[in-house]
Each structure stands twice: as C-alpha cells, then as structure tokens.
C-alpha cells in the first residue's frame, strides 16, 4: 500500500498543473477490497480510470471536494 501510494503521490505532482494552478491536493488514499465502494463525504467524481495489475483489478478515482 505503501508503493502505491507513492506511485499516485508522483502522477498527481504530474497532473496537479494540468489541472489548475490553484488545484490543492490532500494525500492519496488506498482502498483494498472487493465491495468496490469508496465515497468521500463532499465530494464528486471528476474521473475514473479501470486499470488491472497482473490479474488483479485496479481504478484510480479523482475526486473534487469544495473547500470548507
């Protein structure tokens, strides 16, 4: 999980200027499970990407939260 987390912490700091100069972007989190649910209170989906590893399944979601 730790990998992981890296590998998306390196492609945000890729994406964040693609995005906005003014994108601000909280650290990764990495969901392992099969129930396929993640929700984040406030937030929308802007994007989300199905990938597999090997055989194993794998989605990268980019979701957009309003400031508080």
């Keep these: 999980q730790d990998a992981l987390g890296e590998l ?3 492609v945000a700091g890729i994406v964040r200027p693609l995005i906005s100069d003014q994108c601000v972007l ?3 989190t990495v969901a ?3 129930d396929g649910g993640l929700a984040v209170l406030g937030a929308e989906t802007l ?3 199905p990938l597999s ?3 194993e399944p794998m989605r990268v979601t980019l979701l957009h939260k309003a400031e508080d």
Excluded: R
Aim: aromatic fraction near 0%; include cysteine.
């Design 32 to 34: 392992t499970g099969n």
């Design 26 to 28: 909280s650290l990764p």
């Design 47 to 49: 994007l989300e990407v």
């Design 8 to 10: 998306v912490n390196q």
């Design 53 to 55: 590893c090997g055989t």
